[in-house]
């Protein structure tokens, strides 16, 4: 099969680890006979220099007409970059946050995984390490408390600041489809994370979830509240599957789980639209501090190119195929520096890409 995917290498380490990613994708094509074409654009930092602002309307399009994005990173060191002198609407950032908007991505996925051959970078007791883990965090990503109307006043001479956390039942149904069609790629669990017992958006939130529900008779639901969700993440992470929630519930989740894996070169993200459309990237930053050394670890950016696979395109063996060349690179004890131990074998970025496209069998 044939896909257009536009690709956002970005600033910092971003143009290297999408590289590695291409060359993982270009090796999926030859084994299983597809044809990926890759058409790059600018965002971020090197869009605001070659092009005056952090994304071109000429940018966007190229990404509507693809069938999915797959983006490196954007930005720069916040404190030293010219960029950052910048009001913030011209900053790398707001590209970013136009792109999401513009391509209405509301459904944002954060797989956390933990490699047993990575696993004493846990923090978690042993135990609970030996165990493993396999969850994915799906987090509303439009809506909610950061969208909300907000104000801050001042009356009879004492400040008060109001957020507001607003969801409406067409907004919590989509993602909870996402989140059971997402469940039934997996191992067929959803719990949704919610505090229906003081608020009334997450009252909704549960009624919405168990209507939709009863299409998925398959998928085993489960709901918990978000302070206990924030305990079992520590104490028994081995228990979820997908997680879903809304949006700051799952930012803070998110990165919790993320934190239980140890090794932020390793974190895969992808945010969705009610379409197969999706952009897919590392849950890392730019790196500026060890950007065009080509030591950055590309692992999260190819298994981001294995999402893209698996939600885009339904190619679900070829991600597979990712997922298994990745895990074999670990086994076979090939480490970037930022997951290297001692009697590893130190790999560079475009080594341990080699390693895993090597590693693509059907
Ligand atoms: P960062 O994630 O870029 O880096 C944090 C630390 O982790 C650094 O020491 C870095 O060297 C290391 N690191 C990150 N990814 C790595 C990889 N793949 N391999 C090896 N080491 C890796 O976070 P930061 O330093 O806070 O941010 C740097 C820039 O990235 C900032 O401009 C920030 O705004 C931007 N940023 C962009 C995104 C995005 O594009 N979605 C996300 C987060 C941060």
Same mark, same amino acid.
């Given at each position: 099969? *044939?896909?257009?995917?536009? @690709?956002i290498?970005? #600033?910092?380490?971003?143009?290297e680890?999408?590289?590695?990613?291409?060359?993982?994708?270009?090796r999926v094509? #030859?084994? /299983? &006979? !597809?044809e990926?074409l /890759?058409t790059?654009?600018l965002?971020g930092g090197?869009?605001?220099?070659? @092009?005056?602002e952090?994304?071109?309307?000429e940018a966007?399009?190229? @990404?509507?007409?693809?069938?999915a994005v797959?983006? &490196?990173s954007i930005?720069?060191?916040?404190?030293?970059s010219?960029w950052?002198?910048?009001?913030?609407?011209?900053?790398?950032? $707001?590209g970013?946050?136009?792109l999401?908007?513009?391509?209405?991505l509301f459904?944002?996925?954060?797989?956390?995984?933990?490699?047993q051959e990575l696993a004493?970078a @846990?923090p978690?007791?042993?135990?609970?390490?030996?165990a493993?883990?396999?969850?994915?965090i799906?987090r509303e990503l439009?809506? &909610?408390? /950061?969208? &909300?109307?907000?104000?801050t006043?001042?009356e009879?001479?004492i400040r *008060?600041?109001?957020?507001?956390?607003t /969801?409406?039942e067409?907004?919590?149904?989509r993602i909870?489809i996402?989140?059971?069609e997402i469940?039934?790629?997996?191992? *067929?669990?959803?719990?949704?994370v919610?505090?229906a017992n003081?608020?009334?958006?997450?009252?909704l939130w549960?009624?919405v979830?168990?209507?939709?529900a009863?299409?998925?008779?398959?998928v085993t639901?489960?709901h =918990?509240?978000v302070?206990?969700?924030?305990?079992q993440l520590?104490k028994?992470?081995?228990?979820?599957d997908?997680?879903?929630?809304?949006n700051m519930?799952?930012?803070?989740?998110?990165d919790?789980?993320?934190m239980i894996?140890g090794?932020?070169?390793?974190?895969?993200s992808?945010s969705?639209?009610?379409?197969?459309f999706?952009?897919y990237?590392?849950?890392?930053?730019s790196?500026?501090d060890?950007?065009?050394?080509?030591i950055?670890?590309p692992?999260?950016t190819i298994?981001?190119? $294995?999402?893209m696979l698996?939600y885009?395109?339904?190619? #679900? *063996?070829?991600?597979?195929?990712?997922e298994?060349?990745?895990?074999?690179?670990? !086994?076979?004890?090939?480490?970037s520096?930022?997951?290297?131990s001692?009697?590893?074998k130190?790999?560079?970025c475009?080594? =341990?890409g080699?390693?895993?496209?090597?590693?693509i069998?059907?």
């Amino acid at each position: 099969m *044939k896909f257009q995917i536009t @690709c956002i290498p970005g #600033d910092g380490i971003g143009p290297e680890i999408v590289t590695e990613a291409k060359k993982v994708l270009d090796r999926v094509a #030859d084994v /299983y &006979g !597809h044809e990926f074409l /890759y058409t790059d654009v600018l965002m971020g930092g090197c869009s605001i220099d070659a @092009c005056g602002e952090p994304l071109t309307e000429e940018a966007i399009e190229t @990404c509507k007409k693809a069938d999915a994005v797959l983006m &490196g990173s954007i930005g720069g060191n916040t404190s030293t970059s010219p960029w950052y002198q910048l009001p913030p609407q011209k900053r790398p950032e $707001a590209g970013l946050l136009k792109l999401r908007k513009s391509l209405n991505l509301f459904a944002n996925l954060r797989p956390a995984y933990l490699y047993q051959e990575l696993a004493a970078a @846990c923090p978690l007791k042993e135990a609970v390490g030996a165990a493993g883990f396999d969850m994915l965090i799906m987090r509303e990503l439009t809506g &909610g408390l /950061y969208f &909300g109307a907000r104000s801050t006043v001042t009356e009879n001479g004492i400040r *008060k600041a109001t957020d507001t956390l607003t /969801y409406d039942e067409t907004e919590i149904r989509r993602i909870a489809i996402k989140g059971f069609e997402i469940a039934r790629k997996r191992k *067929k669990k959803v719990t949704s994370v919610d505090k229906a017992n003081v608020l009334d958006s997450s009252r909704l939130w549960r009624a919405v979830v168990n209507e939709v529900a009863k299409d998925y008779p398959d998928v085993t639901l489960e709901h =918990m509240l978000v302070d206990n969700c924030a305990m079992q993440l520590v104490k028994d992470p081995a228990q979820f599957d997908v997680v879903l929630t809304e949006n700051m519930f799952g930012d803070i989740l998110s990165d919790e789980a993320s934190m239980i894996t140890g090794s932020i070169g390793m974190l895969s993200s992808a945010s969705l639209n009610d379409t197969k459309f999706g952009l897919y990237e590392p849950s890392h930053g730019s790196a500026p501090d060890i950007a065009g050394k080509n030591i950055a670890n590309p692992i999260a950016t190819i298994l981001s190119a $294995a999402m893209m696979l698996r939600y885009s395109f339904d190619l #679900d *063996k070829e991600a597979s195929a990712i997922e298994d060349a990745v895990q074999k690179a670990l !086994h076979d004890g090939y480490r970037s520096v930022d997951i290297y131990s001692d009697g590893m074998k130190k790999v560079s970025c475009s080594e =341990m890409g080699d390693v895993i496209a090597q590693n693509i069998e059907r």
